[in-house]
């Protein structure tokens, strides 16, 4: 477990080399009432790199658009959305999750919810964004992936030793 965690750390550390923490962004988030996602019903939050917003649900949303952030390529790290004690699902737009960090091949980075949803709930929305420079961004991929590597070679490794228990018991 302990080299476990020395490779993540040593591996986060290269990942996030080729980026820097977001100051001042804006956080949007768009409710659709049926007919799609429009500017005039949409929310915006003010953060500094990590974010953390309560959010109540308005009657007779459909689907919900988060949009972390623009203007930049982004990774965003450990983006969770909490409707009570349950962490709602969110299809990553033009992007793909890594482990703990998502990232984004558009300046226009979008997460979409389409489920059930009842008015006057709060959801709570966090995470923590980091800007990439546009030719960045295949280097923090090939390091994200990399990573996902050593952590699937490790997993099969302790699966591999606790058989070998399993079979000496």
Same mark, same amino acid.
């Given at each position: 477990v302990k080299t476990f965690?020395?490779?993540? !750390?040593? !591996? =986060?550390?290269? $990942?996030?080399?080729?980026? *820097? =923490? $977001?100051?001042?962004? !804006?956080?949007? $988030? %768009? %409710?659709?009432?049926?007919?799609? %996602?429009? =500017?005039?019903?949409?929310?915006?939050?003010?953060?500094?790199?990590?974010?953390s917003f309560n959010v109540t649900i308005p009657a007779d949303v459909c689907a919900l658009r988060i949009d972390p952030g623009d203007g930049d390529y982004l990774l965003v790290q450990n983006f969770t959305v909490m409707l009570n004690s349950t962490n709602l699902s969110f299809e990553i737009n033009c992007g793909e999750k890594i482990n703990q960090f998502d990232i984004f091949? *558009? !300046?226009?980075?979008?997460?979409?919810y389409q489920g059930e949803l009842l008015a006057n709930q709060s959801i709570q929305i966090t995470g923590k964004t980091y800007s990439i420079m546009s030719e960045g961004i295949e280097v923090v991929l090939a390091d994200l992936k990399e990573q996902s590597k050593v952590i699937e070679q490790l997993q099969q490794e302790q699966k591999e030793k606790d058989e070998e228990l399993k079979s000496l018991v």
């Open positions: 965690y020395n490779v993540l !750390t040593f !591996t =986060e550390k290269q $990942i996030l080399k080729g980026s *820097t =923490e $977001i100051c001042e962004k !804006t956080l949007q $988030i %768009f %409710f659709d009432y049926g007919d799609g %996602f429009a =500017e005039e019903n949409s929310q915006k939050l003010q953060y500094e790199s990590r974010f091949y *558009t !300046t226009d980075p979008q997460y979409l």
